[in-house]
């Protein structure tokens, strides 16, 4: 199997291992090569006294996550902008990050948020990112996928043809544990059961989008562009 480079656009570092870190693991597995970055500091919106010091901390622990799922964070794109203001942040600069990220990786596979997610950083994240990978001559990606974010795709007000209905769903048994204590790396972002962002209510949503399909565990996206070349 030819292997593959992969991007994940996300808002905020701990997207990536709520909404895809079994398939970062399978991807890692068949030897492609995964690359990520994220948009905001993810606590600058929070009243925290000591909010350089959390920043520092989940950029740690962004760092122990990728070590332990073994993809890379695109250092120099990500962190730029507030949390929770990216609606304050004019399109053309988020853009013009991502396709810097992508004139270097080439990928021939994105993910990013669901567009229309509750969040208004995961938004305006994957609308940036369809800008910049738009179907143009000379371009070599091959899909575009959104995954669902617990807290934010499940919470939002959906409108009419809107609403996260996935068509791609992604074997992650064997690798279920695994994306578990790749969360823990990020355990401020664990909520309480029954919060749909708990682990238990993680589990419960794998196990749902398993069941589904006749698997165990599953993580569940929506196919949202594919070009094969």
Request: hydrophobic content about 35%; glycine content about 4%; overall charge positive.
């Amino acid at each position: 199997m030819k292997k593959k480079k992969v991007l994940i656009c996300v808002a905020h570092s701990d997207d990536e291992t709520f909404g895809c870190a079994g398939t970062i693991i399978n991807h890692v597995q068949n030897k492609d090569k995964v690359y990520a970055l994220y948009m905001t500091d993810g606590v600058s919106s929070r009243n925290n006294k000591n909010r350089e010091k959390q920043i520092a901390l989940r950029k740690k622990n962004s760092l122990k996550v990728s070590k332990f799922l073994g993809f890379k964070w695109l250092n120099d794109y990500c962190g730029l902008f507030p949390d929770n203001e990216m609606d304050k942040v004019e399109i053309l600069k988020i853009i013009k990050i991502i396709e810097k990220a992508k004139k270097k990786i080439n990928p021939n596979i994105i993910y990013t948020h669901f567009p229309d997610d509750l969040n208004v950083d995961h938004r305006k994240v994957a609308e940036a990112t369809l800008t910049a990978f738009r179907p143009q001559a000379g371009e070599v990606w091959e899909q575009i996928l959104s995954f669902e974010v617990p807290s934010s795709t499940d919470f939002s007000y959906f409108k009419k043809n809107k609403i996260f209905n996935p068509n791609v769903i992604i074997d992650i048994s064997k690798n279920w544990k695994k994306k578990i204590k790749a969360l823990k790396f990020y355990k401020s972002e664990i909520k309480k059961f029954p919060n749909s962002r708990s682990i238990k209510g993680i589990e419960i949503l794998a196990k749902y989008r398993g069941t589904q399909n006749g698997l165990k565990y599953a993580e569940a996206f929506q196919l949202i562009k594919e070009i094969q070349r």
